[in-house]
Nanobody, 122 residues
Framework: HVQLVESGGGSVQAGGSLRLSCAASGSTYIRKCMGWFRQAPGKEREGVAVLYSLGGSPDYADSVKGRFTISQDSAKNTVFLQMNSLKPEDTAMYYC????????????????WGQGTQVTVS
């Protein structure tokens, strides 16, 4: 059973930066996808960025391209989300997600989720 623990959320002014981290435990998968989704109040959970464990280009939501960067530390089973030039519309609960196999920026294809970390941009 895969467990995900996020950290790094907080409050920041518009234009600022935050870095989220997600550590996965209990996984023996070599081929896996880890990523970030977010959910604002009253809205559906949406994909932000995903990254395949064995390389390839990350997949980003159009709304964050050029501002957010997803990366990983494979040895530590950890994925990061560097968020720059934050906007008020980025305010949401951010969730780390995990799935064995290839990456898709679709919440319905992920079976493992973290508890979430709040990001507030004012």
């Amino acid at each position: 059973h895969v467990q995900l623990v996020e950290s790094g959320g907080g409050s920041v002014q518009a234009g600022g930066s935050l870095r989220l981290s997600c550590a996965a435990s209990g996984s023996t998968y070599i081929r896996k996808c880890m990523g970030w989704f977010r959910q604002a109040p009253g809205k559906e959970r949406e994909g932000v960025a995903v990254l395949y464990s064995l390389g390839g280009s990350p997949d980003y939501a159009d709304s964050v391209k050029g501002r957010f960067t997803i990366s990983q530390d494979s040895a530590k089973n950890t994925v990061f989300l560097q968020m720059n030039s934050l906007k008020p519309e980025d305010t949401a609960m951010y969730y780390c997600a995990f799935r064995p196999g290839y990456c898709y920026l679709s919440r319905d294809l992920f079976g493992f989720w973290g508890q979430g970390t709040q990001v507030t941009v004012s």
